[in-house]
């Protein structure tokens, strides 16, 4: 390439560099980011985008925030790592004793993990080896349709088995049980008809179940599906019923999202095991998190040891950052950052209800999401919001932002404008 205005280390990039779900044949474009500052990217061409994505929900805090930024130098200084196998450390302690204190009451045991998929692995393994250790045989879980929970195998096998990856790896990954989404999205609009084939599948196979698994409130990944805490509080009754373990993947809804501190916390909810991760460092450091009630881990612990121990454990730095994350979090006044980014997206994504070619816009929390009937030529779509000024990423019919807690309206404004202007402009093409 002979573009003047794009870095030497791009064609490096091309022949070298795997990006996320992506052909090394046929490589789609990728756009360099030098630097990136509050709410904005900084490309290698000297253009800034204001970012809508939080970087996958994680940068809430916006970019390259003082901070973060002095919590983690003064963690280099010290020590970046160490192992957690015999040895621990002052940040991870205080990292699981913050979580602890703001999850659900009765989530006690915190388990370090490296990523959200690893989380989830943790989780699945937690409830196979608690029905291990009392002695019953329950090597399954159920999931909903169009959940997602992570890239890992067993993290696949529960995601949702249509858009998920099953079929690419049909036969080397768990056969789970799946119950159809639910469908409502305010607690009035929740029927019987919603948890109808729950009940039936834990009637049919609960003695064989270990656990449920769902992401409360908000299914991300698996195409933006808002729905009722009433589904939750009767799935919680569900499996109480049928003595099934109930697992709540809320790596992506956690530390504020949805404009509860967790989505379990709207819901009225506790799960037996929790897994957060995403913005648990505001987007500075890959680092995840499994708690898990004292039953849990009296029942795991009755056999044995939980068979889980990855190399960065309890990395200090990761842990260091996402205390300075969790406490400038709570200490600054994020219910109404939340709520206003709500009101912004809502007003400023309002016009796209009007297009032919969308289907649905929908806004909850600091979650903006314009469905539209087709899905978007992303050949076309991301280069034009990018020469607009704005970072979005479009996926399938979708396009949805999760903009840092921090955005102000004005680019707010310049966000939603951008959106339903390319989408109307996709309709005309
Ligand atoms: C992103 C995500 C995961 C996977 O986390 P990674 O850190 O990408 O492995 C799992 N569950 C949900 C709900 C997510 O949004």
Redesign the pocket.
């Known amino acids: 390439m002979s573009d003047q205005t794009q870095p030497p280390w791009l064609d490096l990039d091309h022949a070298h560099v795997w990006h996320p779900y992506a052909s090394v044949t046929e490589p789609a474009p990728v756009f360099p980011v030098e630097s990136a500052e509050g709410v904005r990217l900084r490309l290698a061409d000297g253009r800034e985008l204001i970012d809508g994505m939080a970087s996958?929900?994680c940068a809430i805090h916006g970019y390259n925030h003082p901070t973060l930024n002095a919590a983690a130098t003064e963690q280099l200084d010290r020590m970046s790592h160490v192992m957690f196998g015999g040895l621990t450390n002052e940040p991870a302690t205080r990292l699981a004793e913050r979580l602890v204190s703001i999850t659900p009451t009765g989530l006690e045991h915190v388990f370090l993990a490296d990523?959200?998929?690893?989380?989830?692995e943790v989780a699945i393994k937690m409830a196979l080896q608690y029905w291990q250790g009392r002695g019953e045989h329950r090597p399954r879980l159920v999931s909903l349709r169009g959940g997602?929970?992570?890239?890992?195998l067993g993290?696949m096998s529960v995601c949702d088995p249509v858009n998920g990856m099953h079929r690419l790896f049909s036969g080397l990954i768990p056969e789970q049980l799946f119950a159809p989404r639910p469908e409502c999205r305010r607690d009035e609009d929740f029927t019987d008809a919603d948890i109808a084939p729950m009940r039936e599948l834990l009637a049919t196979h609960g003695d064989e179940i270990a656990a449920v698994i769902a992401?409360p409130l908000v299914q991300?990944?698996g195409g933006m599906h808002f729905y009722c805490g009433a589904y939750l509080r009767a799935l919680r009754r569900l499996c109480d019923e049928h003595g099934v373990l109930l697992i709540f993947?809320?790596?992506?809804?956690g530390f504020g999202r949805t404009g509860s501190l967790f989505a379990s916390d709207a819901a009225g909810v506790t799960p037996d095991i929790l897994?957060v991760?995403?913005a648990l460092t505001g987007g500075y450091m890959?680092l995840?998190a499994t708690l898990c009630t004292p039953d849990v881990a009296r029942g795991i612990s009755a056999r044995g040891v939980l068979m889980h121990g990855p190399t960065f454990m309890g990395n200090p730095l990761a842990c260091a950052v996402a205390n300075a994350s969790i406490d400038l979090l709570l200490a600054g006044p994020w219910q109404e950052r939340v709520a206003g980014l709500g009101r912004a997206l809502e007003r400023g994504l309002a016009p796209a209800r009007e297009l032919a070619n969308v289907r649905d816009v929908r806004v909850f929390g600091g979650i903006g999401v314009i469905e539209m009937h087709e899905p978007a030529d992303m050949a076309w779509m991301q280069p034009r919001l990018v020469e607009r000024g704005v970072w979005v990423r479009p996926f399938g019919r979708l396009l949805y932002v999760m903009p840092a807690y921090v955005m102000e309206d004005s680019d707010l404004d310049t966000l939603t404008r951008v959106m339903v202007e390319t989408v109307a402009e996709a309709g005309e093409r």
């Open positions: 996958w929900w990523s959200g998929s690893v989380s989830i997602y929970h992570g890239d890992t993290a992401e991300g990944a993947d809320e790596i992506a809804t897994s991760g995403k890959t995840a």
